[in-house]
């Protein structure tokens, strides 16, 4: 049995939290949301976001963020990912070294342009800093669904210790070294798919969805190789497989949002009806910018850019794509 402090009690760090209490570890979860920690003491369950999911009851619903750092074996950051920095700030005093912290969060910091697992390890220095990834809707992992994840890690050691917390009945975990691979497809594929909710709210065909999606991991990986990333972390679970979900689910957020927008909706309209933390929107500014730095070409990214935060009408976005100047489709590949 390990002790494990989450930080953060949204969708996804309670269902997580279920799964850990499942395995038979000893689970702590703390809000910086007073109502959210009052929800979870007294009801037992994420009313809003997992309705239906009871926490067991040896699950401890914690206010003092002290206490649930304090002693753990591991903590999880399951803040969204535009709260990563102020959270790891908050928990800074409590980190001893060696300290195993699990980033689930997935986006870029528009500001600094790092991932989670970057600012974590900027603000964290003494800890070691990991990532888990993959196609994992929380609506589906609190109902232990059958679900295949990645644990990313600086050393064999602490990725195969994780993998042995997290595996479960229904909970599969694979694990790797390439930590910037999966941070890349797990922030980028939320662009992508705020891209594939626009055709569907557009009326767009099953061609058109899988034209993106194929050219979108195309893009995620130009650009996450640059970055150090490895190739293979761009067709495994972080990268393809985190991007199949999030594109053609009504759990993701991202892919909603984009619905929303593809019906006309403006983005302030789609956020106000979502009510929760759409990341890709976070993100799309942020990708834009390390294409523009490690010079990559994203035209996919740079049209929902417009979309976004310049007026752009889904139209005119997908017409420019489709009639953009003609390419092979890998410039590895050649004619003898």
């Not at 002290?66 to 102020?86: H, M």
Request: net charge negative; aromatic share 4%.
């Amino acid at each position: 049995m390990k002790k494990i402090g989450f930080l953060g009690a949204g969708s996804w760090g309670t269902a997580l939290a279920v799964l850990c209490a499942g395995n038979g570890h000893k689970v702590t979860i703390w809000s910086a949301v007073k109502e959210e920690t009052n929800m979870l003491r007294e009801k037992r369950e994420h009313v809003d976001r997992l309705p239906g999911v009871k926490l067991p009851d040896s699950i401890v619903i914690e206010d003092d963020l002290g206490k649930t750092c304090e002693d753990k074996d591991i903590l999880v950051f399951s803040v969204a990912s535009p709260y990563i920095r102020s959270a790891a700030q908050l928990a800074k005093p409590f980190i001893n070294k060696g300290q195993i912290v699990v980033n689930v969060a997935k986006g870029i910091e528009e500001k600094s342009l790092m991932t989670m697992c970057e600012i974590l390890e900027d603000e964290l220095p003494l800890a070691d800093v990991t990532v888990l990834s993959g196609p994992s809707h929380a609506e589906e992992v609190s109902k232990a669904v059958p679900t295949t994840v990645v644990v990313g890690a600086r050393t064999e050691k602490t990725a195969v210790f994780l993998q042995d917390v997290f595996m479960g009945d229904n909970f599969r975990v694979y694990v790797s070294p390439d930590i910037i691979g999966i941070e890349i497809g797990g922030a980028l594929k939320n662009v992508i798919a705020l891209a594939a909710g626009i055709l569907e709210g557009m009326g767009m065909g099953d061609n058109t969805k899988a034209a993106l999606m194929t050219r979108g991991i195309a893009e995620i990986s130009r650009l996450g190789v640059e970055m150090g990333g490895k190739q293979e972390s761009f067709f495994g679970l972080s990268g393809i497989g985190d991007l199949i979900v999030t594109c053609t689910s009504t759990h993701s957020r991202n892919h909603n949002c984009g619905y929303l927008l593809g019906k006309g909706k403006t983005l302030k309209e789609a956020k106000q009806e979502i009510r929760q933390e759409i990341e890709g929107v976070n993100c799309a500014r942020a990708a834009m910018a390390l294409a523009n730095k490690h010079h990559v070409n994203m035209p996919i990214v740079e049209q929902i850019n417009a979309v976004l935060f310049e007026g752009k009408s889904t139209e005119q976005a997908l017409s420019d794509l489709i009639l953009r100047e003609r390419v092979v489709e890998y410039q590895s590949l050649s004619w003898k």
